[in-house]
């Protein structure tokens, strides 16, 4: 482990105390000035939606290229990092009809919440957010799940899972991320393939995963799969399957990483990410582990696959995930990134889990966790050999012999 690691704590304890006296001696004067609100993705089902979002004052941001030089980058984050937000100020939204106010914190953040008259469908939808008393209107954008119409859902890291990051040297990772942007940051080959391949609706997964949960009962299995009065994954359309990312990086990095993902063809959803006050020293596993817990608690309904990294904690908060909802884990994904440091303690979950009829798989590469899910029928051979293809032309390996 890296000598430096120890001192992030210290770092950031010293830079949540200076924002903070900052914050309380400017923001009476900021909040008089021009205003801006900064959206970030809402998530719920058809009758309860959930927006976050934060009050700032405005900031200049340069479209990200691929020629930017890495000192324009690092002062990019540094305005990300510096954002001036705005404690007290009331915000005001409308999702198709529905209306909701919130007042934003003393960090600037503010939720939210929508309750629609009628259940809203499935799939994108945009929101329009205002600040009494000025003329200026925001745009969210919002995924709304039916449970009982996907698949199954993903729930994935981004650093050093979608988004090569180096989180197990904090010296790597800290130049990786202050100097980069959205088109010069690098994904792992073959994630975008793999991810896109996960997100299609493939209802046999949720069937087949029944039958495994409870093989004595395959009349449950099917009730399952077909859902109370048809309604259920195979008796409902053609959900696209949700996608989730949790991630400890800040928030102040939410258009950074909503870019990357698009620039990239990474399937869309929404983010979840961590304050870069005082979440920060809240400790990355027990932050990640209830997030997961309330995504799983708000879609009662739907299975999931969870991936991750082999650079932190991720193995044993699925596994406690896995252990807490039964039959819910239809796999686990490690991308192992540490090099065999720390793979025995991989390894030895994975017994834990296999005896609770989950596979927690090491994979090296998207190739090794898509031959897997495609094993699970949660993606089919055509896809298995698009992530292939992407894998090989990125690291100039054949994989197939076909």
Not at 71 to 86: G, T
Request: charged content about 20%.
């Amino acid at each position: 482990m890296s000598l430096l690691r120890p001192l992030v704590p210290l770092i950031e304890r010293a830079v949540l105390g200076l924002d903070r006296a900052l914050s309380r001696a400017l923001q009476p004067r900021r909040s008089r000035g021009l205003l801006s609100l900064l959206c970030y993705c809402g998530w719920g089902t058809p009758s309860r939606v959930e927006l976050t979002g934060r009050v700032v004052l405005p900031r200049t941001l340069h479209p990200a290229t691929n020629a930017d030089p890495r000192w324009r980058n690092f002062a990019n984050i540094l305005r990300r990092l510096l954002s001036r937000e705005i404690g007290g100020v009331a915000v005001h939204g409308v999702l198709n009809g529905a209306q909701a106010e919130a007042t934003s914190d003393s960090d600037g953040f503010f939720t939210l919440c929508f309750q629609p008259a009628e259940p809203l469908p499935s799939g994108w939808h945009d929101a329009q957010l205002t600040i009494p008393g000025r003329e200026r209107t925001s745009h969210a954008r919002v995924q709304v799940v039916d449970d009982r119409a996907c698949a199954y859902g993903l729930i994935s890291d981004l650093d050093d899972t979608v988004i090569q990051s180096d989180v197990t040297s904090v010296g790597r990772m800290l130049f990786t991320v202050l100097t980069g942007n959205a088109r010069t940051r690098s994904p792992f080959p073959g994630v975008g393939s793999l991810y896109r391949a996960l997100a299609r609706h493939h209802p046999s997964a949720s069937s087949a995963k029944a039958v495994a949960a409870n093989p004595s009962d395959e009349s449950g299995a099917d009730k399952y799969a077909a859902g109370e009065n048809g309604a259920g994954p195979r008796g409902k359309g053609r959900g696209r399957n949700p996608v989730f990312y949790v991630s400890s990086s800040p928030w102040n990095f939410f258009d950074l990483l909503w870019q990357f993902l698009e620039y990239r063809r990474i399937p869309l959803g929404p983010l979840f990410l961590r304050n870069w006050g005082a979440d920060l020293l809240t400790g990355h596993g027990s932050y990640k582990h209830a997030v997961i817990e309330r995504i799983f608690q708000t879609y009662p309904h739907l299975p999931f696959v969870l991936v991750g990294d082999s650079g932190e904690s991720d193995a044993e908060i699925y596994a406690e995930v896995a252990h807490k909802f039964p039959g819910r884990v239809l796999g686990i994904y490690i991308r192992d990134v540490t090099g065999g440091e720390g793979d025995g303690k991989v390894l030895k979950l994975r017994e834990d889990m296999a005896r609770i009829g989950v596979d927690m798989v090491l994979a090296r590469d998207s190739f090794a966790a898509a031959a897997h899910a495609m094993a699970l029928g949660l993606i089919t051979p055509g896809e298995l050999r698009s992530v292939a293809q992407s894998v090989e032309r990125s690291l100039h390996l054949p994989l197939l012999p076909f």
